[in-house]
């Protein structure tokens, strides 16, 4: 499996000045719950916007050009693939998500009511109509908040 995990706002918007523009506990519990016992695969700049690196009970892989010390990377998405053998999820950030929607066959977005707005801003890549919609709910605890996950659909000839 190789999956991508996202929170994108109303307008699109990932993140803001290299870190994320909301704070909803019950997103990041659903990331965590997703992600543990997995790899993870990230760009530098969502790695250098971690609190706490690694992110615990999970194995974490960067994709840079440059080496980072303390943790495993590799230059290319393709690369990191292929050093692992364990479900896979993407996790940021935009141009790591443009890289690698055409290898994910599962998207699990998170959409958050806030608009954001302003400078340095990073929008999730637009998503072709090969993707639909297999479930969708709102969270329990915030109902403002509402979670889908998409399949990729085999292309008709």
């Known amino acids: 499996m190789i ?51 690694p992110l615990p009970k999970r194995r974490n892989i960067v994709i840079t050009r440059r080496g980072v010390e303390g943790v495993e990377h590799y230059t290319s998405i393709e690369e990191a693939l292929e050093n692992t053998d364990s479900p896979v999820w993407i996790i940021g950030g935009a141009q790591i998500y443009t890289l690698a929607l055409p290898m994910i066959d599962t998207l699990d977005i998170t959409y958050v009511p806030d608009i954001v707005e302003g400078e340095n801003l990073v929008y999730f890549p637009k998503l072709d109509d090969s993707w639909k919609v297999i479930e969708s709910s709102q969270n329990p605890t915030n109902p403002l908040i509402r979670h889908e996950s998409l399949k990729r659909q085999p292309e008709n000839n």
């Open 3 to 53: 999956g991508a995990i996202v929170a994108v706002s109303a307008n699109g918007v990932i993140g803001k000045n290299g870190d994320l523009p909301w704070h909803y506990s019950e997103d990041l519990k659903r990331f965590k719950q997703l992600t543990l016992d997995s790899t993870i695969i990230m760009g530098r700049n969502t790695w250098d916007s971690l609190p706490r690196k």
